[in-house]
């Protein structure tokens, strides 16, 4: 009757959202006077996870399994829930994790609510806040099935450590004939992703042209931040559309987002919106920006930025 | 290659949310509605189907009277036909089990439709679809060829892409990219003369249970005032980023 939680590693190693839903499976376990249980394919090392509240891993160790593949991975961990009894699972909200959780869903007979951004504010009817509207509201959704998902939002929980240590166990789950193979990946692995940073640096159209991108990456750098930009930016070809953030772009979930030399135009806001805190740089007081954001500086910023890196690397060096 | 592309239909972005009875319901009240627009691409790369490679393309959603124009808008853009299932769309499970039964019935081969729609932005109904009916399923695409009943697609990941080979029958989570915005097609007079004529069949819900329900919405809290720093102080800037805002 444990919470189950799908821990995603990398290269062996877990991811920060891992953590973030062990930590929020910690919470529902508390909630509802159980355990938790992880569920961790290809993961070098498991006792991290006992810090985050995991009481027992179900390590799979198989080489099939060593590219993603949202059937095989939905199916391991069908066969995990089954083997706990779980009737909670909880997943975040990675490009992979919401892969899979539909085809989890269907598999479990489970009602999946994505996107949640607050521990269930009751688990009796199971009630739980996730943004709808593109972040304009949030809705309670209600999940009625005996086997309930929960797809968590990056950065919305938070890491909560816990003193406990996790036992770990060989788990060796029938694993299904792929039917979608990946023929080749096209990733930056030295680069923070937008999914997982914390903090989003992010450059508009008030930055002119391409060639000034280097102090946008500078700063990224200093920050430990992703790089992102604007909508128009991407279409230009200043930057790459990976890049691109806002309604019709990546969604951004991060604690910081730092918007240079971008209007604020609705359909960006959409986007960026469920990011906590936001400072928007621009030359013009009346950027639309300013009214979403919780710091802004009026200026110039080929005149800002470049000091802005001075002062943080001044403060980073004292830290 | 039959094809059907799931339709959503939602309030258009610029839209101001506003809820009614007891902030139970969303108010649509002067909203107006749109395709929604991951279909929208998915759509568009449909229209490319068919002209290069003889695809029919029809269009679905499910949902009451209300959607038919967003459904003669795809039609207008050049779908063959469209079907409305006449019920009210609760929640993503009900909704693709209505659409389970479209595809198993029409016999399509390729189910295009969005990764998420941006009203309850579930992300969920076309992976439920595809597990519904046995179909391969492949999400964020952002790229799709097909040959014979071979497929490769692109798929977007956390921090790129992959490039995946697959078979039909496929169902996919279409995004940009699928085409690209100035791919985008704005109905002219003669799709729209020639939409009216096009078959819009309206069909009787199959028996589905939803599996999650929707109990009341919120406002996110009004935000505050904007801190102005000076651009000549930003040492306050990082001050404050640190001891009040906590983020660095
Ligand atoms: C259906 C639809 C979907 C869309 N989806 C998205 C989306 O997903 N993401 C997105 O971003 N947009 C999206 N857009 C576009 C959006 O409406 C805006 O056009 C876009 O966000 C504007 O980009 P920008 O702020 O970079 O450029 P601009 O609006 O041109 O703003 C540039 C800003 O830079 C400021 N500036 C100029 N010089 C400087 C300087 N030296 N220092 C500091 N500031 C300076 C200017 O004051 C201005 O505010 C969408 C639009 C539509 C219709
Ligand atoms: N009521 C509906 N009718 C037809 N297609 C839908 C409906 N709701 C969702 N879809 C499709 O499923 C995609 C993802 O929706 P969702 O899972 O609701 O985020 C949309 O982009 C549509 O292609």
Redesign the pocket.
């Known amino acids: 009757m444990s919470v189950l939680v799908y821990t995603e590693s990398e290269q062996g190693h877990f991811k920060k959202a891992a953590l973030e839903v062990a930590s929020y499976a910690k919470a529902v376990a508390d909630q509802l006077g159980t355990t938790v249980t992880a569920i961790s394919v290809n993961a070098a090392d498991t006792s991290v996870l006992g810090n985050y509240g995991v009481d027992k891993v179900l390590h799979v160790n198989n080489d099939k399994l060593n590219s993603f593949n949202a059937n095989a991975y939905a199916n391991v961990i069908k066969q995990a829930a089954e083997n706990e009894s779980a009737k909670v699972i909880i997943i975040s909200s990675s490009a992979d994790s919401k892969y899979l959780a539909p085809l989890l869903a269907v598999g479990l007979n489970a009602g999946y609510a994505s996107n949640v951004v607050a521990a269930p504010s009751s688990t009796s009817p199971f009630t739980v806040k996730r943004p709808a509207f593109t972040n304009k509201a949030f809705e309670n959704t209600q999940i009625n099935t005996e086997v309930k998902i929960i797809g968590v939002s990056n950065n919305a929980f938070g890491l909560v450590e816990n003193s406990g240590s996790a036992s770990a166990e060989d788990f060796s789950p029938a694993i299904p004939e792929f039917a979608v193979n990946v023929e080749s990946v096209d990733k930056a692995t030295d680069k923070v992703t937008i999914a997982d940073a914390e903090i989003v640096v992010s450059g508009g159209r008030g930055l002119k042209g391409p060639e000034n991108w280097g102090m946008i990456e500078e700063l990224a750098e200093v920050l430990g931040a992703a790089t992102a930009c604007s909508k128009p930016v991407s279409d230009l070809g200043w930057r790459p559309h990976s890049e691109h953030v806002g309604q019709t772009g990546k969604p951004v979930a991060s604690n910081l987002y730092i918007a240079i030399g971008i209007s604020g135009a609705i359909q960006h806001l959409a986007g960026i919106n469920a990011s906590k805190v936001k400072v928007v740089v621009n030359t013009d007081p009346e950027a639309p920006f300013f009214k979403a954001a919780d710091y802004g500086v009026v200026g110039d910023a080929f005149q800002v930025i470049p000091e802005l890196i001075e002062k943080l690397k001044a403060f980073k060096a004292q830290q | 290659m039959k094809i059907l592309v ?3 239909h939602v309030p258009d972005t610029t839209s101001k949310i506003n809820f009614t009875e007891d902030n139970t319901k969303f108010d649509a009240n002067g909203v107006q509605f749109v395709i ?1 627009p ?2 929208e691409f998915g759509l568009t790369r449909a229209m490319w189907f068919k002209e290069k490679q003889g695809a029919s393309v029809d269009v ?4 009451g009277p209300e959607t038919e124009p967003t459904l003669r808008k795809a039609l207008a853009i050049g779908a063959d036909a469209a079907i409305r299932i006449n019920t009210v ?1 609760t929640d ?1 499970f009900s ?1 693709a089990k209505q ?1 389970a039964h479209v595809v198993s019935n029409g016999g399509y081969d390729l189910v295009i ?5 941006i009203d ?7 992976g439920m679809l595809a597990a519904l009916t046995n179909a391969n399923f492949v999400n964020s695409c952002i790229g799709l060829e097909i040959d014979g009943t071979s497929a490769k697609a692109v798929r977007e990941i956390d921090g790129g892409k992959e490039t995946v080979s697959t078979s039909l029958p496929l169902v996919v ?1 279409g995004q940009k990219g699928l085409v690209e915005e100035s791919d985008l097609r704005i109905p002219n007079m003669r799709g729209i003369m020639m939409a009216r004529k096009k078959p819009l069949t309206v069909s009787e819900p199959v028996e589905a249970s939803p599996e999650t329900q929707s109990v009341s919405f919120e406002k996110p809290a009004p935000k505050g005032a904007v801190t102005l720093v000076s651009p000549d102080n930003l040492d306050e800037l990082v001050s404050l980023l640190h001891n009040e805002a906590k983020v660095i």
């Open positions: 799931c339709i959503s929604n991951y279909d679905v959603n499910v949902g769309a993503a909704v659409l439709a969005g990764r998420e729609s309850y932005n579930g992300g969920m109904v076309p989570g």
